[in-house]
């Protein structure tokens, strides 16, 4: 297009009149220091180029812990701190593989295997594939299951819209569809990668185990070699050797690291905005969630920078195993609780670093009504919709000990799911405008809460 | 993020209760689809790889209006022709070239000839450089532009949130920079490219000159190569030689793409839906405006495969030569004037295949709130405001000459000036589902408009 420009006004015609108000004001003057002198960026350069992965208890994860407590600390926070946690401390032991033999031809299927999963053992595990699209196939079919590899070929439904829903309905075959196959004697299982993109690339992500069953192995597959697979099953068998080396170490201790802007007027009494320091391993965790940890720590900067001073204490927190055992929000809220803290919001980003479009909220119908009411102050900024059922996974714990209302940062959704715990999930697919308005959005929400309470 | 997923609703205090009506139902139907079998993402792989670049007048050009017309006529078109119309003929000639002499070091900048350029001659345009941040210290420095290259180092404002307004704000530069300079005796021009994008491709696109002054050829330059020489020059001089080769041949024969689908009711009123089938050379014009043209082959395609029957005619139409002369554009809306044809409403897509979120808009105040007055039908498919002002590029002429209303498709912009006339806006730029959610919205406000008249 070589056309001029388009401005685009809101035209609801229920539109509150917010105008020039002095809460418009000090959101276009937090909007204009980020998207002008914004760190996210650069800061999301160093972290996923320096830093790389880090899932619980490896060594990226400790650098991690360090980089982020100077970030904090160069931010401008008044304290900053560790807050010591258990974490587990699952490690992938080496290269996953899986070897199909298709009519004695050899070929390797692109695999990862599951976080929490156990591995073959170094000979691996060969077995003829059951193919099923559903659990209740695997119900029909439960007595051929035992001694075999089971296939968890059940797909994202394109319609939903908000790809997070199509994850929603797919993720238990990820989630338990290792121990279902176990209870009928499945050896291991391969699971439909949790995505609907148009690369090959398998999509990590944790499962969890019924403990009263056998633990077999389990990992993701690549969409192309999904398909693949389904395809040659329909006219003959398929063997696939498996290898994988997934194991526990013993628990070990991580950190939530927390930078705190002290309040003004209630000192003690607490707004948070997190998203997670921990990623998986694949690659550099830039989307998961490194995006949310650049947020929460520009939102420091940028309330530094411009002056402001808090009324109630604002916690700044890159939280600690969101992945595979949420333990450092199940530790934040704990030590909230014994320590009779006040906690008047929590805020999480961890929807990626894409162009905002709303939030999601965990809360009273009232609350949720005052969130909707300042919509006009922020669709400027990208932000339209504002929907109940809702809020991060680091800051629930929050909302269950403390009843604390929670929210989330809900970018747009299109592309979340081709990066979602995979080789791909990089700085390089990360873009800097989107990732910036990410940080005025979630200020600006902050800024509102801080204001007016909720 | 691990943890499950998050319906959104849309809570607007005021919404207008259409849930459920025939309307939500048919557009639900247009979504499943279009999400379920849209062909936009294969054509636009078939289009951006066999066919690539196609700037009027070039062999893409008219490879493209054979694949444009049978991709209409696969498609369900009850017609489909090609309709002539004289298109310029610039061509770049070669390699753009541009070496700056910096303290007796030789260093190649990253430039590309803007369209519509005369060329340097073979042996190039050598001349020290001269900056300049705006047109107003063009005027402080008018005595000495004389026999020197001008850089205009003008750049996009961050902190217009619609990047679209940073655009509108800065291209004049590109657009009238080349006569500005020549009118104080400039050889030639450097200018800052359209974006902020943080790679280095420089960005083509159309320039006018004025005809009472000398044609000088003009350059678009990287933005690092442009912040280099901006950092260089504060301290010393700076000598570039310049190679461009780009000329006019004589105008030639180029035609618009049209499609009808026949309407059961109002046969000789016309709806219009369409993007622009030429692109600039570097690349392969997939955002621009490949995803115009597979939108418009799609939303055709989705209508009969619902076996949709509109009311009115609906012309879907791969408009030639937007890029540099909209003739395309201009000699439909002349044709339909000439034959006294009724255009109840055209629609583009020409902002590329991004997440959608509203429309732009060009008629009348009464028009406006009429769609606006649907968004709660469109808001679940990411469209939730329809601004004044807008239309697209090539349906202005529908609008100047029949007073048509007229709209154009806003997608998300931030990502729009990382590819605009550049060597990467490429296939692999465009997200499958992003580009089919455009589709979705464009059949859906088709479809009301045929139904409810404008």
Tied chains: 1, 2.
């Excluded at 905005?273 to 949310?292: F, K, M, R, V, Y």
């Excluded at 900024?381 to 269950?400: C, E, K, M, N, T």
Aim: hydrophobic share 40%; proline share 4%.
């Amino acid at each position: 297009m070589r056309k001029l420009f388009i401005i685009f006004f809101a035209f609801f015609s229920c539109t509150v009149s917010f105008a020039q108000s002095e809460d418009s004001i000090m959101i276009r003057r937090i909007a204009d220091e980020i998207l002008l002198h914004s760190k996210a960026y650069d800061n999301l350069h160093d972290l996923t180029k320096n830093i790389g992965g880090r899932l619980s208890g490896s060594p990226g994860f400790y650098n991690a812990e360090q980089w982020g407590l100077k970030a904090l600390q160069q931010s401008g926070a008044d304290k900053a701190w560790l807050q010591e946690c258990k974490i587990p401390h699952w490690v992938r032991g080496g290269k996953d593989e899986a070897t199909a033999n298709i009519a004695s031809q050899k070929k390797n299927l692109d695999v990862i295997a599951l976080g929490n999963s156990v591995g073959t053992g170094p000979k691996g595990i060969s077995a003829n594939v059951v193919e099923v699209r559903s659990f209740e196939e695997l119900e029909t079919k439960r007595d051929s299951i035992k001694g075999k590899i089971i296939f968890y070929n059940y797909k994202f439904n394109p319609t939903f819209v908000n790809v997070f829903q199509a994850y929603g309905d797919a993720v238990r075959y990820r989630g338990a569809g290792a121990s279902q196959a176990a209870k009928y004697g499945g050896l291991a299982v391969i699971v439909r990668s949790m995505s609907e993109s148009t690369d090959n690339n398998p999509h990590t992500g944790s499962l969890q185990y019924d403990t009263t069953l056998p633990k077999i192995p389990a990992v993701a597959i690549g969409l192309k070699d999904a398909d693949l697979l389904d395809s040659v099953l329909r006219h003959k068998s398929v063997n696939v050797l498996l290898k994988t080396n997934g194991h526990f170490l013993p628990d070990t201790i991580g950190h939530n690291v927390i930078g705190e802007l002290t309040g003004t007027e209630f000192p003690g009494e607490y707004i948070t905005i997190g998203g997670h320091l921990d990623s998986w391993d694949p690659a550099e965790g830039a989307h998961d969630d490194g995006a949310g940890i650049v947020h929460t720590i520009e939102v420091l900067r940028a309330f530094k920078a411009l002056g402001f001073k808090p009324k109630h204490t604002i916690r700044f927190v890159l939280f600690a195993n969101e992945e595979n055992g949420l333990r450092g929000g199940i530790k934040y809220a704990e030590e909230a609780k014994t320590k009779n803290e006040k906690h008047v919001f929590a805020l999480e980003s961890d929807a990626g670093g894409f162009s905002p479009r709303g939030y999601s909220f965990g809360g009273s119908a009232e609350q949720l009504e005052k969130l909707q009411s300042w919509i006009p102050l922020l669709i400027w900024y990208g932000v339209y919709q504002i929907a109940g059922g809702g809020g991060g996974a680091d800051v629930s714990p929050l909302r269950a000990n403390l009843k604390t209302p929670v929210a989330e940062l809900a970018p747009d959704t299109q592309r979340y799911f081709d990066y979602h715990h995979t080789r791909n999930d990089v700085f390089e697919n990360v873009n800097k405008r989107e990732l910036e308005l990410g940080a005025v959005n979630v200020a600006a929400l902050i800024y509102l809460v801080d204001k007016y309470g909720l």
